[in-house]
């Protein structure tokens, strides 16, 4: 289990962060791009692998993130392959065309659903990020959820930068009076952990997901739910 931390290091590292108001109602019918090809065009619906960045959202498997997330773009994987749910012959396909994939999630997470929100300072309306998220708004929230034969769980996790003068001792951010505002995140060094809710039996906690957290006199966690 502990070898599958460089998942979400090396993977996940590369891709969000934060917290937000209203999440989505079900996804609609999936969208085209408008224009079509470029990164940095403002993108209109769903794209083939579940980014809608003009409405901010994702909601597709969580594989599709890696593939579809302009923080991947230059790479040989990027925007060339699509789950659909086929399965271990689909992962098995990705092996052998990108054998470094290995290093970005376990095979047994490729029926893991995602759904994210985020907002501009996290990632913007163009696909664009920011040099940095220090003393930014910048907010993200991730929706993992697994219903399959063998695993039913679903994870929510929500996390926001962190300021300049926030201190980090041990595995908890202090804000510049003290107050506990959140746990450390391994994966992002400029965002903060700040609600943590698990159900069900997740075989990742707490070795690669973070066990539950709700950071004291926090904000209103309705603001940020989904």
């Not at 791009?33 to 470029?38: A, M, Q, T």
């Not at 903060?192 to 698990?198: G, H, M």
Request: glycine share 6%; hydrophobic share 40%.
């Amino acid at each position: 289990m502990k070898a599958y931390v460089l998942f979400l290091m090396v993977t996940l590292a590369m891709v969000f962060a934060g917290c937000e108001k209203e999440f989505i109602h079900e996804t609609e019918n999936q969208a085209e791009l408008k224009n079509g090809k470029s990164d940095h065009d403002k993108l209109i619906g769903f794209d083939e692998w579940g980014f809608n960045f003009n409405a901010q959202l994702f909601d597709n498997y969580l594989i599709n993130v890696m593939f579809g997330d302009p923080k991947f773009a230059g790479m040989p994987h990027y925007r060339q392959m699509i789950y659909q749910g086929e399965g271990e012959e689909f992962w098995d396909e990705v092996i052998n065309n990108y054998p470094y994939f290995v290093n970005f999630m376990p095979p047994d997470l490729l029926d893991c659903q995602m759904k994210m929100k985020w907002n501009e300072d996290l990632l913007s309306k163009s696909g664009i990020y920011p040099e940095s998220w220090v003393d930014s708004e910048a907010w993200i929230v991730f929706h993992y959820k697994m219903n399959t034969e063998f695993q039913k769980w679903t994870q929510i996790r929500t996390l926001v930068a962190r300021q300049s003068t926030d201190y980090l001792e041990g595995d908890r951010w202090y804000d510049k009076d003290g107050n506990e505002i959140g746990k450390k995140s391994y994966y992002w060094n400029d965002l903060i952990i700040i609600r943590v809710i698990n159900n069900g039996d997740n075989p990742f906690v707490p070795d690669v997901m973070p066990d539950d957290y709700i950071r004291p006199k926090g904000e209103v966690m309705g603001k940020y739910s989904l």
